[in-house]
């Protein structure tokens, strides 16, 4: 035991006997730094999109390229602005294949950029690929 900090303790159940609930701590040194950069403001870079991963094996017996598969476009986002539907499979954003056991995640790929920072994205729709710039805005 080194005696370092892994995490925040944020919730406990005491219906779950007593389970608890942490941020991480990379996550939190991450928020120090851009609150303390943003004069005490916390901003967070948002595509706007849920998606759900397509594994190989799924996008196989599919006929579908794997990527993210759009499930719906939040109104407003930098993702409905530029055109992404549901139902298009993000294969790639800024030159990475998106895959399952992708590193960094989706996910982690969005929050290492800057809200307002552009991201290119190549998306397969109705069996054609197509590339779009998308603005990212800010996460509420």
């Known amino acids: 035991m080194a005696g370092e900090v892994i995490g925040i ?3 406990v159940s005491q219906a779950g006997q007593s389970i608890g609930f942490a941020i991480p701590i990379n996550v939190v040194h991450d928020l120090t730094e851009h609150f ?14 849920r998606y759900q991963i397509l594994d ?3 996008a196989i017996l599919h006929d579908v ?17 530029a055109g992404v539907q549901p139902d298009d499979i993000i294969t790639s954003i800024d030159g990475k294949q998106v895959e399952k056991d992708m590193k960094p ?22 069996g054609k690929s197509q590339t779009l710039t998308v603005k990212l805005g800010l996460s509420q």
């Open 9 to 11: 303790n944020v919730a």
């Open 36 to 49: 303390i950069s943003n004069s005490g403001l916390i901003q967070r870079p948002f595509l706007g999109i």
């Open 56 to 58: 190989k094996q799924t």
């Open 65 to 81: 390229p794997e990527g993210a598969y759009v499930v719906s476009v939040e109104k407003n986002s930098g993702a409905e602005v």
């Open 105 to 126: 995640t989706l996910r982690e790929l969005i929050q290492a950029k800057k809200a307002t920072d552009t991201v290119k994205i190549i998306l397969w729709r109705d």
